[in-house]
């Protein structure tokens, strides 16, 4: 995982968006199960 967990947030934000206006619900599932992951890691940290 890189040090800056904020960019990564954000990368997959814009992904998570990208595959909904394709209409790729799995992935999106996928994608917001890692994001959830991150954020509370990163809500632990602070």
Request: with cysteine.
């Amino acid at each position: 995982m890189k040090k800056n967990s904020s960019e990564d947030i954000l990368m997959l934000q814009y992904r998570i968006k990208r595959y909904q206006a394709k209409g790729n619900g799995a992935m999106c599932q996928t994608l917001n199960g890692k994001l959830q992951k991150l954020l509370s890691q990163q809500q632990h940290t602070m």
